[in-house]
DNA sequence: GCCGCGCCTTGACGGTCGTCAAGCTTGCCG
DNA sequence: CGGCAAGCTTGACGACCGTCAAGGCGCGGC
């Protein structure tokens, strides 16, 4: 694989992992540990990491840029389950797996960089450490509420409430009135995130904007009345 | 709560958890630990067993019935998440939210018994066994699986896909050709399940019927070719 | 510069599937 | 036995949204 470095000595890197919400119950030797089992990964938009079905050996944590984990249907249409962006991890839950495979394909979309720890020593270090066990299953519970949600976004909600769902997920909390967004990510990747085409997304965003709720140039979304959106779904 | 009875001194249900996946790490004692928090719910058809926000206060294993976990909509449509039967567990990951609430509502389908623990007494032996706290991660990792599996299904594939792979999701592992199935549940439950509507299945039943793929009558479903009816998926 | 390419938008069209309504069968109960 | 409700099916209709096609805009490479 290219673009590989090892981290013996990366103090910063070292520095990371004890305030990272998945690492930080570890002791010392511990963190030596899983970084002696781990290595760095640079990716440009477009890098392949996996694809859906290779063995899973790794799982991974997000330092910069960001990334795509997504399925193909047989006629070739994308859906991007999860964006990836720092500080998350993710693959976590490969690890209980009794033959790990990666049930996604794994993409750039930013440049950037990922660590990779080996999937072995981390579940060794599971058994000593109750805390971080708790840290691992309090992180897949987050993910299965979020699936949850999606579940029923998709079967309960049309293309329109999809649309403003997501919008509102980019308002920082408590934020009310008029709220200024930029998208982080290309519009055709948003469609694939939230299951519409472009052409869907374009003329949603078109519609909102023609009723006065918001004003779109570009990526840069003001959403004029959060309130009268959140009302707006329908 | 009606219904409600104690568990002191049943060795059935004794002898039912040590062959559990989810218990069979338990020693004696922990077993007698966790069936003195613990009480049997028996429930009807329609039932409530609890509410989406209601706060979450047990883990349920299910042994005998049926019931649903279920979202409505705005404007009261229902989306079965998930049908549970014996022996399942459900809401384990309940455990590891902060402020734990259900995030869906249960309710029975047909009449049977839950077994309810209190997640507080539970949570205290996954402590004491990393054996029980690997289970329950297998167990949260099988349900993130069937998560990305429902998702791809809703936002890649038609109507027409999902019916059929309901059916064949019905087929036992390992059969071919002529295969004889029994829905285990009323239509409108599957069609909720499936996110169709009751008129959709009917009559996407109905064209696979007529193309000589399947024979209906009332719940007992022929699959006159399963080869074919899994190529059929366009 | 200018060409080509990717991203986004807009329009026209058509299929899928949900909605509404009617009718059928079955089972339950007075 | 008649009446009623629930479950399922079938038909007619229409909205939603995906597909196909065309065109504008910005950007990088030659």
């Not at 673009?3 to 690492?23: C, D, G, K, W």
Request: proline share 4%; net charge negative; charged share 25%.
């Amino acid at each position: 694989m290219h673009s590989v470095t090892p981290l013996s000595n990366n103090s910063e890197l070292a520095r990371e992992l004890r305030h990272h919400y998945l690492f930080s119950a570890l002791d010392d030797t511990q963190h030596a540990t899983i970084l002696a089992h781990a290595f760095s990964r640079r990716f440009s938009a477009g890098d392949v990491l996996f694809r859906r079905g290779d063995a899973a050996e790794y799982i991974f944590m997000m330092r910069s840029g960001s990334l795509k984990l997504y399925r193909l249907s047989q006629d070739g249409h994308e859906k991007i389950m999860r964006i990836i962006r720092p500080p998350q991890t993710f693959a976590e839950s490969m690890m209980f797996m009794d033959t790990p495979r990666y049930p996604v394909h794994c993409e750039g979309v930013e440049a950037g960089e990922v660590i990779a720890f080996e999937i072995s020593a981390f579940l060794a270090l599971l058994q000593e450490s109750f805390a971080t066990c708790r840290a691992v299953m309090a992180q897949m519970t987050q993910r299965i509420q979020a699936h949850w949600d999606e579940i029923e976004t998709l079967s309960l909600q049309n293309s329109h409430y999809r649309v403003v769902h997501y919008l509102l997920s980019l308002v920082p909390p408590g934020a009310e009135g008029e709220v200024r967004i930029t998208l982080p990510v290309r519009k055709v990747i948003i469609a694939a995130r939230i299951a519409v085409t472009p052409e869907t997304l374009s003329r949603t965003l078109r519609t909102l904007s023609d009723n006065g709720l918001i004003e779109v140039e570009d990526d840069v979304i003001t959403i004029l009345d959060t309130d009268a959106l959140r009302k707006r779904i329908h």
